[in-house]
Structures are given as structure tokens and as C-alpha cells.
């Protein structure tokens, strides 16, 4: 183990950004937020606070350099199935060009996935006319395996609408479960060569406990709640995500992309702020955990900011819990 670095914060302070998912394309680190919106609009447990329009790109050409804002990448004006709330991002560099995968409210207010390409990795990107079908819920996250098939993991609780589909379709009524019954788990599904759809239906995703049992609805410091994140560390999988309402960072680990993955512990505790969501990078053989909080402006959970902080694993390989 190094000293771990820990680079000035946060990254932009001239824009709200949150949800950053790094990626490393040539020598550079491109991340890919939310850019959060000075709006006062309504704050519950929907999201209605959320309402991002657009995306702006952030590039890194080292650890603790100035950090650039390469402007809009996408707006939603320019994207025809969506109607508000641009949410989380991801990005992947495959077939010659970038991929922007995002969330979004198409017309009818649900929450779907859709993709954009560019030539350049901070934009701009032309998005596909419709979202992907069969997609729903939100936060995207895609992973490319040693074998180059490439998963996209998703799925949000509450505001993300993932109870609403349990069944495969969208039932507004539904509830989550609750107390001792399995918890709902973030989506996998394998997309197709050309990343513009998926090739087979998406399947839950089972996270268990060290004994072998899926963790309970209730078991809220635990269980799945959104952002997920897959990064491989010595040949294991390590699925990490949010717990939301403890507002925790957390990671399983598992032998395959689609699990079943083992609960481990905590990367993150409690940022400032409700929301907290992330993602991993190696960078010149060393890891990085990129994240959110709303330190920026005080403490409003819809104005956030992107930090990032050396992340370290022990010499069985598991994750040293960082303080924000
Ligand atoms: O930024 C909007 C939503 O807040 C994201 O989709 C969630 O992961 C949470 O960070």
C-alpha cells in the first residue's frame, strides 16, 4: 500500500456537477457528472429536485491537475424521446467511437435509458432517436470484460421507479419489499456489438450476505439502492453502488459479471448531502474513487460537487473504508 494522494476539491466549482463516472481514454481522465441545476423546485423522496437538462464533460491530464470543463456535450432539447431530468451518465470508448449512455423521463414521465455517440470523448454526442428498448430506471453504468462483451449494470430505488417494474412492466402502484424479504438488486443486461440496444432481456442482479443469503429489503446500511459501479480488481468482479437512505458507499464482490455477488463492507461513509454515488478508476497503477457531495452549496442536495480521493485495497484485496 502507498500514501494515498488526495487532490485539491472540489474538482469545478463554477458549475454544480454530481454522479461522475471516470474513465480513462489515451493518458487522460474524462468524467462524465450530472450537471445540477440552481432551481428551487420541490424536495422528496421522487426527485422532483433533480432536474438536469443537460451534460458538460470534465477532463483530468493528471492526478491534482486543473480540471477543465469542455462545455455541453448534450442537452435534452436535442434529444427526442426525453422530457426532463437527465440523471446519471456513463460513457465507454468501443467500436471507434464514444458512447453516452444516460437516464431520462421519456413522454410519459417514466424513466429510460438512452445513447448518444461522438467521435471526441468530451463531446459533442448525437443521440439515438428513441431510448433502448426494453430499458427502464436509471443510472446506468457500463462495463467492458477481458472478453469485450460489455454489461450495463442499472436501477434506482424510489424516484428510480425500480419497484414499479418488478414484473417487467411498469405497474404504478407497486411497492418494494420490505423487513426479511430479499432486497430488489441493481439490473445487468449484455448489449449488442454495437451498444445501441440490449442482447437479452436484463435480470436482477442477487447480492448476498457472508452466509450465503440474499440480503433482506430492511437490511437498509446493505442493501442496493442505486448508482451501481463494476471495476475488476485481480480477476474479481466488485459491484459497488449507493445504499441511499443511509447514504452509504458500499461493494460485493463475485467470480462473474451477473453475480451473485457477496456483500464486503463500506468504501464511502456519509458525504454531506442525501445523495451519494460514485465510481472507481485505475489511473497509472493507482485507483481512484470518484464521488459527490453538496458541500459546494452548503449543503443543498440538488447542487453538488464531484471530488475524487486515492482509493486503496488491502493485501486480501478489499476495500479500505474512506472518509468523505
Ligand atoms: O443525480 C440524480 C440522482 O441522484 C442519480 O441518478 C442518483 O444516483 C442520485 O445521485
Redesign the pocket.
Known amino acids: 500500500m502507498s500514501t494515498a494522494t488526495n487532490p485539491k476539491q472540489p474538482l469545478v466549482t463554477h458549475i454544480y456537477t454530481?454522479?461522475p463516472s471516470a474513465h480513462v481514454f489515451g493518458d487522460t481522465i474524462y468524467i462524465y457528472p450530472?450537471h445540477?441545476l440552481e432551481h428551487d423546485g420541490e424536495d422528496n423522496d421522487n426527485?422532483d429536485e433533480?432536474q438536469?437538462e443537460d451534460y458538460h464533460v470534465l477532463s483530468l491530464n493528471a492526478i491534482g491537475a486543473p480540471c477543465v470543463d469542455h462545455g455541453e456535450a448534450l442537452h435534452m432539447r436535442d434529444v427526442p424521446w426525453v422530457s426532463k431530468q437527465m440523471?446519471?451518465p456513463d460513457a465507454i470508448y468501443k467500436n471507434g467511437k464514444y458512447y453516452l449512455f444516460f437516464?431520462a423521463r421519456a413522454k410519459d414521465g417514466n424513466f429510460r435509458i438512452g445513447v448518444a455517440t461522438g467521435s471526441d470523448p468530451a463531446g459533442p454526442f448525437h443521440a439515438e432517436p428513441d431510448y433502448i428498448q426494453g430499458s427502464y430506471s436509471?443510472?446506468p453504468a457500463v462495463f467492458e470484460d477481458d472478453d469485450h462483451k460489455v454489461y450495463m449494470y442499472f436501477g434506482?430505488l424510489w424516484?428510480?421507479q425500480l419497484e414499479k417494474w418488478q414484473t417487467g412492466v411498469f405497474l404504478p402502484g407497486a411497492e418494494g419489499p420490505s423487513g426479511n424479504e430479499p432486497a430488489l438488486g441493481p439490473r445487468v443486461a449484455q448489449m449488442t456489438d454495437d451498444l445501441l440496444a440490449f442482447a437479452e432481456p436484463p435480470q436482477q442482479i442477487v447480492i448476498l450476505d457472508q452466509n450465503g443469503k440474499p440480503l433482506t429489503a430492511g437490511d437498509t446500511d446493505r442493501r442496493y439502492f442505486?448508482?451501481p459501479w463494476m471495476h475488476k480488481y485481480n480477476g474479481l468482479y466488485y459491484l459497488s453502488y449507493?445504499t441511499g437512505d443511509t447514504h452509504y458507499l458500499v461493494y460485493a464482490t463475485g467470480t462473474s459479471p451477473k453475480g451473485p455477488f457477496t456483500y464486503q463492507g463500506r468504501i464511502l461513509t456519509p458525504v454531506i448531502g442525501w445523495?451519494?454515488?460514485h465510481s472507481i478508476v485505475e489511473y497509472n497503477g493507482k485507483w481512484y474513487l470518484f464521488y459527490?457531495d453538496a458541500s459546494l452549496s452548503g449543503g443543498v442536495n440538488h447542487r453538488r460537487c464531484v471530488k475524487y480521493k486515492e482509493l486503496q485495497y488491502d493485501e486480501n484485496g478489499a476495500i479500505i473504508t474512506m472518509q468523505p
Open positions: 454530481a454522479d450530472s445540477d426527485g433533480y438536469m440523471w446519471a437516464p436509471i443510472d434506482g424516484g428510480g442505486e448508482g449507493s445523495t451519494t454515488h459527490h
